[in-house]
């Protein structure tokens, strides 16, 4: 276990320790005083560690391909934008475009979520991405959605766990929330369902997961509490063009 | 009514007496346009599906087929003209949006054909560059501010300064990004392979990159757009440069739209997405609102790259394009591409093909000005596209201002294509912008490539040529030196904006 000291150092420089740490063949890293330094954890691969004290900024986790990070804090904007695979790990609250494009892994986040998390998230063969909030989000969740699935515990029981236009243009993949959420809070291509017991097996493992990685101490739901936001057709543009 | 009012747009003539019945052209034509009928032993037509590709004219051994325009005889009149009027007809019928394919057709000047080039005489002489060295080589990245020299203790001189990554093309002339989905697997080799040969650079639209052409990365400029299909950290290490593109000239301001039908197994595996499955790129990135936005991407791609690639952005050419491109500039990109209005797609709503964004010539004037006078114009080059037909395009692109160009519609014109507009049918008979493996073998990689680099050969050799006949040996020479273009039947506005002189003056 290396730890790094990033109060005051620049991201580059922040990101090219971490670089140089690994290139010795170090495999866990903790990074102090994080203030917002952006773009870390980007690209790294599996077998990599990184625990964040601090609040790290905007685009953490982009583009990674199987490393871990855990987050002692808040995160920002961006994190695990078209991220491929691993895990992110957040014992607080994310900004805005949270998973944009993820293709895989498995990104949890203890508290609430901004706007437009999950958008665009794609499945592809064994890559299925995960995201999983613990509290409530704001609109366009799951905005574009193409594949995987995103989990929103809603823990704190609040009576809107969602804003508004959720899902618009959903065509892939499925949003399960504890709570409800009604027909003037999703976009016109969202439909709503129960879960499957398919689906409600792969809930609570996934519930199991987040508190286990949270060190939560674990919560029993029923499955009547949540519900199901899904695409009612893969192809909400197919009849569009005229030639 | 049952009967559709849409008349067909070319006749198909079959001349008796050449034609033997072979029965090449029902082969040859994926639109159904040919038969054979075999009660009455001969070729039948339907005249209706033809779209002009001229595929079974090319290929009839007699010569019996000759494909005419045909505009339906309706009452002449100049605003509703017959594609106006069919046009009509087409969305009454299905109530969608009217879908068009290549770059904007409309007649509308291009503003090429009025910029004139210099040449020398007597006052300084002309150089022949079949005997003379004439530097093409050009430099894509950001330039420094200057350069410092350091000296070693015999005086000897090494550069001190750390120079931005750079692209080094043998010509100023680089493919367009057509990915492999709008246009065939064969089709994107022959790009790619020709791009190695010649030693320039082919883009792979925002569709991926098939693992087959993961050998072509030193020749690859890999895009990132609002969808992010096949994008992931391999994707971007295996490339020399990545691309954030944020329009394109045919439809600026709107997104991508690949049906479901054409993602088979392979364009699945290039995309990473299911098969089957619609590939939607949103309209915006939505991780980009604002210049500060776009320098957070930037700034990840290159932290992912290492910040050894150049990282470019690509706009279409729109209204405050010089506004943008310094934004952009600033952003820290290392290459700036402007699309302009006439740039071409596989498919794109026809009114905005049409009737959307600038033209190149104004745009790119408006760009380099600005970036000049900002005093950042060697922070990034700027490579333009959108239309360029022959190599005194490109000439007069690079005297107005380009480090580069971008070949598109050029391209795939040397690849075969015929210009019907049809590409997003997916039935191109030419075998390039189709999925169909029965049109596609129809292309051979090997002749395709062949077909590109003779092409950036004939068009080096006559930017060379005209460079000579101004006296000028090295296309660093020639770049922004609008002293060497010269208008004629423009506006004193127009002169203005593209900041050169009247033929004459």
């Not at chain 2, 032993?41 to 005419?68: F, W």
Request: proline content about 4%; glycine content about 12%.
């Amino acid at each position: 276990m290396t730890t790094i000291n990033a109060e005051g150092v620049h991201y580059k420089k922040l990101n090219e320790d971490i670089h140089q740490s690994l290139a010795t063949g170090e495999r866990q890293i903790e990074l102090t005083n994080v203030r917002g330094q952006r773009y870390i954890g980007v690209g790294l691969d599996a077998g990599v560690d990184i625990t964040i004290q601090g609040i790290p900024g905007n685009d953490l986790a982009a583009f990674m391909n199987g490393a871990r990070i855990e987050v002692n804090g808040n995160v920002q904007d961006g994190v695990s934008n078209t991220m491929n695979a691993g895990k992110v790990i957040v014992h607080g609250d994310a900004g805005d475009i949270l998973c944009y494009a993820m293709r895989g892994g498995k990104v949890f986040i203890q508290g609430d979520v901004g706007y437009r998390s999950g958008i665009h998230m794609k499945a592809y063969q064994e890559n299925f991405p995960v995201l999983v909030i613990g509290g409530v989000a704001g609109d366009y969740l799951g905005e574009y959605m193409a594949g995987g699935v995103i989990v929103l515990l809603n823990l704190t029981d609040d009576p809107k766990p969602a804003g508004y236009l959720l899902g618009t243009g959903m065509h892939g993949g499925a949003i399960y929330v504890r709570g409800q959420i009604d027909q003037t809070q999703v976009g016109a291509e969202v439909g709503f369902d129960q879960l499957s017991d398919q689906e409600w097996e792969l809930v609570q493992g996934l519930v199991v997961e987040f508190f286990g990685d949270l060190s939560l101490a674990p919560r029993q739901f029923a499955r009547e509490e949540f519900m199901k936001l899904y695409p009612k057709s893969r192809r909400p543009y197919g009849n569009l063009y005229s030639y | 009514m049952s009967k559709r009012l849409v008349q067909a747009e070319f006749n198909v003539e079959r001349d008796p007496e050449r034609c033997i019945q072979c029965q090449v052209c029902v082969r040859q034509c994926s639109n159904q346009v040919h038969a054979y009928d075999e009660e009455a032993e001969q070729v039948t037509c339907d005249e209706a599906s033809c779209v002009g590709c001229q595929r079974c004219a090319t290929l009839c051994p007699t010569g019996a087929i000759t494909i005419k325009k045909a505009p339906p005889d309706f009452a002449p009149d100049n605003n509703w003209t017959s594609d106006v009027i069919q046009n009509i007809y087409r969305q009454a019928e299905t109530g969608g949006v009217l879908l068009s394919a290549m770059g904007n057709d409309t007649a509308k000047t291009s503003w090429w054909d009025n910029i004139l080039l210099n040449a020398s005489q007597v006052t300084n002489p002309s150089i022949d560059p079949l005997r003379e060295p004439m530097e093409l080589t050009t430099f894509l990245g950001a330039k420094p501010n200057a350069v410092e020299l350091s000296f070693d203790d015999q005086g000897g001189p090494s550069l001190a300064t750390k120079l931005a990554p750079q692209l080094v093309l043998s010509t100023p002339i680089m493919f367009s990004a057509m990915s492999y989905g709008a246009i065939s697997y064969n089709a994107f080799e022959s790009l790619a392979r020709a791009a190695g040969q010649y030693g320039t650079f082919a883009n792979s639209g925002e569709g991926g990159l098939h693992k087959d052409f993961w050998p072509h990365g030193p020749n690859m400029i890999v895009q990132v757009a609002s969808g992010r299909f096949g994008v992931d950290i391999d994707y971007l290490k295996v490339a020399a440069a990545v691309e954030i593109k944020i329009g394109q000239g045919a439809k600026p301001g709107i997104g991508g739209h690949l049906p479901g039908e054409k993602v088979d197994e392979r364009i699945s595996q290039t995309r990473m997405i299911p098969v089957g499955s619609d590939a939607i790129s949103p309209a915006p990135h939505h991780d980009i609102y604002s210049i500060e936005d776009l320098r957070q991407l930037i700034y990840s791609l290159k932290e992912a790259t290492r910040y050894q690639k150049p990282i470019s952005v690509k706009i279409a050419a729109v209204h405050n394009v010089a506004a943008i491109a310094s934004g952009i500039v600033r952003a820290g990109a290392d290459i700036v591409a402007i699309d302009g209005y006439k740039g071409g797609t596989g498919a794109a709503p026809t009114m905005i093909r049409n009737n959307v964004g600038i033209p190149i010539e104004f745009a790119l004037a408006a760009v380099d000005d600005r970036l000049r006078q900002e005093g950042i114009r060697n922070q990034a080059s700027v490579v333009a596209c959108g239309g360029f037909r022959s190599s005194a395009d490109v000439v007069k692109a690079i005297a107005l201002g380009a480090d580069a160009v971008y070949i598109g519609t050029a391209a795939l014109v040397a690849l075969g294509c015929h210009l019907c507009q049809k590409c997003y049918t997916g039935k191109c008979n030419w075998g390039i912008a189709t999925q169909d493996p029965y049109l596609t073998r129809r292309l051979n990689p090997d002749i395709g490539a062949r077909r590109l680099v003779n092409l950036l050969r004939g068009w080096s050799h006559e930017i060379k040529e005209m460079m000579g006949g101004m006296g000028i040996n090295a296309i660093e020479s020639l770049r922004g030196n609008r002293e060497h273009l010269r208008g004629v039947g423009l506006s004193d506005r127009e002169l203005s904006i593209l900041g050169i002189k009247a033929a004459g003056e």
